[in-house]
């Protein structure tokens, strides 16, 4: 199930179901975006990536979907592994944009 | 695996000292960022860089000042550590130009104030 923690929302799965994970903006200008895994003691890592011309992007066991309507994306994760269990991050950057903003992350947690 | 590293890892220090954290990156990216973000949260972008001699302030106020002398690096300086500046200061780069603009992260270092 999903609850808010203290600072970060959890995700709790079973190993072997698949994982959802969603991120809300706020911002129509955005037209690119980025997941990232955070795992404890690490920098972020990139999964993967979608730009707003697209509404789906598959890589390895994980697939992105946007849904510029109502701005939000998603990250599925497939059969999900106890190595997927980690923080979660979604980052968007408008097309002219400096920079990335980054959302406030999803802690996935993968039962065993 | 990203070739940028950051050290040092973990740092504990008394108020009122000066440091500098250290990042450096072997992909030659013209880019290059510092994030801070305390324990469970998101990242704030507190300093980045466009190249060498560039160095513009992020989207958080932070009393850190950068440098970019070299291409390779961005050292992050405090110059009095204060128990408030206690927190994980994450260093990325990226190519200026590229079709995408993948941030590829280093390690952190978890900088502890007393």
């Known amino acids: 199930g999903e609850s808010v923690g203290l600072h970060l929302p959890t995700l709790s799965v079973q190993e072997g179901d698949n994982s959802i994970i969603n991120c809300a903006y706020s911002?129509?200008?955005?037209?690119?975006f980025i997941w990232y895994k955070q795992e404890s003691g690490k920098g972020p890592q990139f999964i993967i990536d979608?730009?707003?011309?697209?509404d789906k992007r598959q890589g390895q066991r994980v697939t992105v979907l946007l849904n510029k309507t109502v701005k939000h994306l998603s990250l599925q994760i497939a059969a999900t592994q106890p190595g997927d269990s980690a923080v979660y991050f979604c980052?968007?950057?408008?097309?002219?944009?400096?920079?990335?903003?980054f959302g406030p992350g999803t802690r996935l947690s993968v039962l065993p | 695996e990203a070739d940028i590293y950051q050290t040092p890892r973990y740092l504990v220090i008394g108020t009122g000292k000066k440091i500098t954290l250290e990042c450096s990156q072997t992909?030659?990216?013209?880019?290059m960022y510092w994030y801070q973000q305390d324990p469970g949260m998101e990242l704030h972008l507190i300093h980045y860089?466009?190249?060498?001699?560039?160095?513009e302030k992020g989207d958080l106020s932070s009393e850190s000042t950068v440098s970019r002398i070299r291409t390779e690096h961005f050292p992050l300086t405090l110059e009095s550590a204060r128990p408030s500046h206690t927190s994980q200061y994450l260093c990325?780069?990226?190519?200026?130009?590229?079709?995408?603009?993948?941030?590829?992260f280093g390690p952190g270092t978890r900088l502890t104030v007393l």
């Open positions: 979608i730009r707003s011309n697209m």
């Open positions: 911002n129509s200008a955005s037209d690119y």
């Open positions: 860089s466009y190249g060498v001699n560039s160095t």
């Open positions: 990325a780069s990226s190519e200026v130009g590229g079709s995408t603009d993948t941030q590829y």
């Open positions: 980052a968007e950057k408008e097309r002219f944009g400096q920079n990335f903003v």
């Open positions: 992909m030659g990216h013209d880019k």
